[in-house]
């Protein structure tokens, strides 16, 4: 079983920059695919970013692809989201999630945080 915590939401003017976090528990998170995803109001939830489980290969979607850098600290248990040059379009729940896949998947997810609030102010 992995928990997922995510942190470091919050609000920021456009253009800006945020970093969150994913505090994961569990032996295998190691071993785990990491992704994150978004949910703006009244959208559907959509993929951000992905990392395999070594963090040597990773995938983004179109929108924040230049902008956004995922990362993962195994040692922390943690993965990363840097978010740069942000965009009110942007704003939105932001989930953490894992994946028992080792390799990147933009759907196959298995444990799902509660997800932290991101808001881009104009």
């Known amino acids: 079983q992995v928990q997922l915590v995510e942190s470091g939401g919050g609000l920021v003017q456009a253009g800006g920059s945020l970093r969150l976090s994913c505090a994961a528990s569990g032996r295998t998170f190691r071993t785990y695919a990491m992704g994150w995803f978004r949910q703006a109001p009244g959208k559907e939830r959509e993929f951000v970013a992905a990392i395999n489980w070594s963090g040597s290969s990773t995938d983004y979607a179109d929108s924040v692809k230049g902008r956004f850098t995922i990362s993962r600290a195994s040692a922390k248990n943690t993965v990363y989201l840097q978010m740069n040059s942000l965009k009110p379009e942007d704003t939105a729940v932001y989930y953490c999630?894992?994946?028992?896949?080792?390799?990147?998947?933009?759907?196959?997810?298995?444990?799902w945080g509660q997800g932290t609030q991101v808001t881009v102010s104009s």
């Open positions: 999630a894992a994946s028992r896949l080792t390799v990147l998947t933009r759907s196959e997810y298995d444990y």
